[in-house]
């Protein structure tokens, strides 16, 4: 049993393709050779019957016209003494010495023999030089045994070794003629030799031809385990997401399963990169978080420790009153940056835990056109100075689904940006309007802000191509900064930092616009050129009810 991280037993992919592969060939060979073998034994011994017939028939034909050879006598050894005496007293019986053995026409070590009675009274063979042999006892017996008018079988004959044979009956006598089997069964030995022979060769010869065929065909993918090894040698906990290593072209080329791989380990290579990318911008996003919030409470706090120093060492009671007033308005401010602070966490933490941000905001009908113009109608009564405008485009109520409570900051966060941000004497714009099947829908994805040749940014989420509420807040003050576009969603961005401190924001109001009109599967986005700034909120209309088209008319307060 091999110890976990030890693969120096563990046999390559290499050699166990080559093993599997010679398997099959020496199986297949095998298979194939005893195929050959066992088909072309059968053809031999096909052959052989028919030879063997054929000389059966030559056995019976040629007895009655062979003549004695000269000097032969007496019966041939192991037949018995009736036979004998049988024989010498009929005239046609076959002459004892059977001249017919060896007859022209038959092979050398064709086995003739008569049978009368189960005995054999005539039986012998001729040799390769010629010379006829008798039958031993034990030959003729197995002779005798052979059936009439059967198809041959194989006997062994001893000392001669395989015959093939067969029993022809003529007058009551039984003619047995038997054909030698050792020349098929050398033929057939030596075909397995040969089969033997080419199979180790080629077994060689593949084995040789693979172990090069699959070291070539490996050699791409050994590339992509040393790029994954690479990758493994890389200091990844350092955040850096520059993975320099990737699977080359010409290997994902090689084929199609190293293709797989290659592609799959790229992909992964670029998920982890994006990985580190976000957490790195994560972490920096955080600290500067920290940061930035560390540094805006410490301006509240330590504006209350000094006016409560302050008020210790008076004893004017109009001073404290004033030093009071001023921390009492110190802690509000507080209070109004751990609230928003404590929003946009319950918004990331909905957004992380679901994957999908709108699924976690409460989904109810909310006259959109009653917040709005009560939203406007605060900021005309909050900031005076400013030339306010309300555009009411459709004649009824526009509905969303959402939280009232959080669409209302998000209308109020807006005016306020319009009027902290913008010198006295400025107009600005409120528009509501329905707009059916919009194509400009916020684009699916995460939310995003970024800025463009025409001097704009945008965060959006996904939303449906139905119904799209759209709220514009635009005026003509002076135009935001190119270079502030681009982070103006993000949290404590400010666009001017000495006068947006000096109107107490914190920062976080359009950070706030942003995850909200995202939470709700929307899209927010500004543009900003001199003469007029206009930030632009969609929101999916409900389903229940609203305005679906958009009126010719136009309602305005000012």
């Known amino acids: 049993m ?92 076959p002459d004892p010495d059977n001249a017919f053995i060896g007859a022209p026409g038959q092979s050398a070590g064709t086995v003739i ?20 042999r008798r039958l031993t006892a034990a030959q003729q017996r197995t002779l005798a045994a052979v059936q009439t008018g059967r198809d041959p079988v194989t006997v062994e004959l001893g000392a001669l070794g395989d015959y093939r044979v067969q029993a022809v009956g003529d007058d009551g006598d039984v003619f047995v003629t038997a054909l030698p089997l050792g020349d098929l069964d050398a033929a057939i030995a030596r075909l397995l030799l040969v089969i033997g022979v080419v199979t180790v060769l080629g077994l060689a010869v593949a084995a040789w031809a693979l172990t090069v065929l699959v070291r070539r065909s490996l050699r791409p993918l050994e590339r992509v385990a040393a790029v994954a090894s690479g990758v493994t040698a890389l200091d990844l906990e350092r955040g850096d997401p520059d993975i320099p290593v990737r699977v080359s072209d010409s290997d994902l080329r090689a084929n199609r399963e190293v293709a797989q791989v290659g592609n799959a380990l790229n992909r992964l290579l670029g998920h982890v990169a994006r990985a580190l990318t976000v957490r790195r911008d994560a972490e920096a996003g955080m600290r500067t978080f920290v940061a930035d919030a560390s540094h805006e409470l410490r301006t509240p706090i330590a504006t209350v420790r000094a006016y409560a120093e302050l008020s210790e060492r008076t004893s004017d009671l109009d001073a404290v009153h004033r030093n009071v007033d001023r921390i009492g308005r110190e802690a509000v401010r507080m209070g109004d940056l751990v609230d928003e602070l404590l929003l946009l966490a319950r918004l990331d933490a909905s957004a992380l835990a679901s994957g999908a941000p709108a699924a976690q905001v409460v989904r109810e009908p909310v006259d959109l056109t009653s917040l709005v113009v009560e939203a406007t109608m605060d900021a005309r009564a909050t ?51 329905s707009v059916p099947g919009s194509g400009s829908a916020p684009a699916s994805g995460s939310a995003s802000a970024s800025a463009s040749a025409s001097g704009s940014a945008s965060a959006s989420a996904s939303a449906s191509d139905g119904a799209v509420v759209r709220f514009v807040v635009a005026n003509d003050g002076p135009p935001i900064p190119a270079e502030s576009l681009p982070t103006l969603f993000d949290r404590f961005t400010r666009g001017e930092a000495s006068r947006s401190r000096e109107h107490g924001t914190s920062g976080l109001g359009l950070a706030i616009v942003r995850a909200v009109v995202v939470a709700h599967g929307g899209g927010v986005r500004v543009a900003s050129e001199p003469g007029r700034t206009a930030f632009t909120v969609d929101l999916p209309a409900s389903a229940d009810g609203g305005s679906t088209g958009v009126t010719a008319g136009a309602g305005e307060a000012s």
């Open 113 to 132: 023999a008569i049978v009368r009675d189960g005995d054999v009274v005539l039986g012998g063979y001729t040799d390769g030089d010629g010379d006829q």
């Open 2 to 93: 091999s110890r976990p991280g030890r693969t120096g037993r563990v046999p390559s992919l290499r050699w166990r393709i080559v093993a599997a592969v010679a398997l099959l060939l020496v199986a297949t060979n095998v298979v194939v050779g005893a195929v050959t073998v066992v088909a072309f034994r059968g053809y031999l011994v096909d052959r052989l019957d028919a030879e063997l017939s054929t000389a059966a028939m030559r056995t019976v034909g040629g007895r009655d016209g062979a003549e004695p050879p000269p000097g032969a006598s007496g019966p041939p050894p192991g037949s018995s003494s009736s036979s004998s005496s049988s024989s010498s007293s009929s005239d046609d019986l």
């Open 383 to 433: 900031a005076p100075d400013h030339r306010w405008t309300l555009q009411i485009v459709d004649d009824q109520p526009v509905l969303v689904a959402g939280d009232e409570v959080q669409l209302r900051r998000v209308v109020t966060n807006l005016l306020t940006n319009a009027r902290t941000h913008t010198p006295p004497g400025t107009a600005v714009v409120v528009s509501l309007q």
